[in-house]
């Protein structure tokens, strides 16, 4: 879904999760620190989860003593990734490539790794929690539970891939690394009545009983009642995690149309995309339009045109549409200014496209 605006940076926490989320919202999870708990095999010199619905590869900083347990590490899609990207360095990946792409690098949504894994024996809680439900969704399906967690609005902060957008009144409560949906219930009770589209409500404590339910592979709570309680201590065991190296800067990998285009339809939207995330709020007022004479420079006696700008983080691209036709025969340059950044405040280099409108 485009959208410009209430997008906010990765978090960098950990997310608890399960196999069949990271394959379904893969961009979304697409190097986030994830935690599963999740069987896994060995095939060779391969670690792949078992149960997920596309192979899922593991690569450990230290071999574990079982086949079960929770998994924890950096989820990555490959195909969104350079096959020379730095942080890459020091995995050998050709066993897996030449076990699942005869030895090319993939395409997106083709292969997903876990990197720095960790192992930690895992035990299921004696009664449900936000983060078991979290990890393992169908122990808990169509059960009634009751559950405990902070109020963190219609997901304000980004912890959940999707929307569940069943009612005004959804939100989210996050406990440890774990968050979930609750709907069919307002956060109003004694002493308590909270907005879920505001930040300033978030963080309280809540109490909410209900049933487990699943829509795709979204889970969420259908609510019966919702009280306001003190904290709870469930604390997932943390692992340290080197830091990160630095990403490289953005940069742009894709337009339609392409540069010096010719015959390009009048009315047809433009698309570019990056080579990963850029912070919405920058796109702001950093895209601009005109048209160009023969000698190619702009032209400044008629108005340029009129243009509204989208950005699609899923695809990490903007889609510019035009309040009208663009002129017939007319040369046509989109530039992207100085000010764009990627989320953790990386530049853009300024980019421009020229092409040529059709009849």
Do not use: C
């Not at 399906?141 to 980004?158: A, P, Q, S, T």
């Not at 308590?192 to 979204?218: A, C, M």
Request: charged share 25%.
């Amino acid at each position: 879904m485009f959208a410009l605006a209430n997008v906010a940076a990765q978090a960098p926490r950990r997310s608890a999760t399960n196999a069949e989320s990271l394959v379904a919202s893969a961009a979304f999870f697409h190097g986030r620190s994830v935690v599963l708990q999740q069987r896994f095999e060995q095939d060779r010199d391969l670690t792949r989860l078992i149960d997920s619905p596309k192979p899922i590869y593991v690569f450990w900083k230290q071999r574990p003593p079982s086949d079960q347990g929770e998994v924890r590490g950096e989820f990555w899609d490959l195909g969104r990734m350079e096959q020379r990207d730095s942080r890459l360095a020091g995995y050998d990946l050709t066993p897996l490539l030449e076990t699942v792409t005869r030895g090319q690098w993939p395409a997106r949504d083709q292969v997903y790794v876990i990197l720095n894994a960790t192992y930690m024996p895992a035990m299921p809680p004696k009664a449900p929690t936000v983060r078991a439900i979290a990890l393992a969704p169908d122990s808990y399906m169509d059960r009634e539970v009751r559950v405990i967690g902070r109020f963190k609005g219609r997901n304000l902060y980004g912890e959940l891939p999707f929307a569940l957008g069943k009612s005004k009144w959804d939100f989210v409560i996050e406990s440890a690394d774990g968050s979930i949906w609750v709907t069919g219930i307002r956060p109003r009770g004694k002493g308590f009545d909270l907005d879920p589209g505001k930040r300033v409500d978030t963080g309280r404590w809540l109490e909410v009983k209900g049933v487990v339910k699943r829509e795709g592979t979204t889970t969420y709570i259908e609510g019966m009642s919702v009280a306001e309680t003190s904290p709870v201590e469930e604390t997932a065991i943390e692992v340290e995690l080197p830091p990160r190296p630095p990403e490289p800067p953005p940069e742009v990998i894709f337009s339609a149309p392409v540069a010096d285009d010719v015959d390009v339809e009048r009315g047809a939207k433009i698309r570019v995309q990056f080579s990963r995330d850029v912070n919405p709020k920058t796109i702001r007022n950093n895209v601009r339009v005109s048209y160009l004479n023969p000698s190619g420079a702009e032209v400044t006696d008629r108005r340029p045109p009129n243009h509204s700008v989208a950005y699609n983080d899923e695809a990490h691209a903007i889609e510019i549409t035009f309040a009208e036709p663009l002129e017939r025969f007319q040369r046509v340059r989109v530039q992207l200014m100085e000010g764009i950044s990627a989320l953790d405040g990386q530049p853009l280099k300024p980019w421009s496209l020229t092409f040529t409108t059709g009849r």
